[in-house]
């Protein structure tokens, strides 16, 4: 019975491997947004830009404020 499901399904199989590739795609997508060093780097950038004057205070705490929440939502991937 598997080989005949494996035959009916074959028509499929193009779908069901891009699925899985884009399931990959996000995962290691999300894997990297709540990784703790890459937010740290962000946060890092984002101060190296207000002490050069490219963005101003409220920008500086809005965009802090997101950073910081990444890091408090890190954790394994459910």
């Keep these: ?4 499901k494996e035959l009916l399904l074959l028509p499929a199989a193009p ?16 894997r990297q947004y709540r990784d703790p060093a890459t937010v740290q780097r962000e946060l890092a ?3 190296d830009q ?9 920008e500086f705490d809005r965009r802090e ?5 990444r890091l408090e939502d890190w954790g394994p991937l459910t």
């Design 15 to 30: 779908v069901r491997g891009t699925a899985w590739v884009l399931r990959q795609v996000q995962a290691e997508a999300e």
């Design 50 to 58: 207000l002490e050069a004057g490219e963005i101003d205070e409220d």
């Design 1 to 4: 019975m598997g080989l005949l």
């Design 65 to 69: 404020d997101e950073l910081l929440a």
């Design 45 to 47: 950038h984002l101060t």
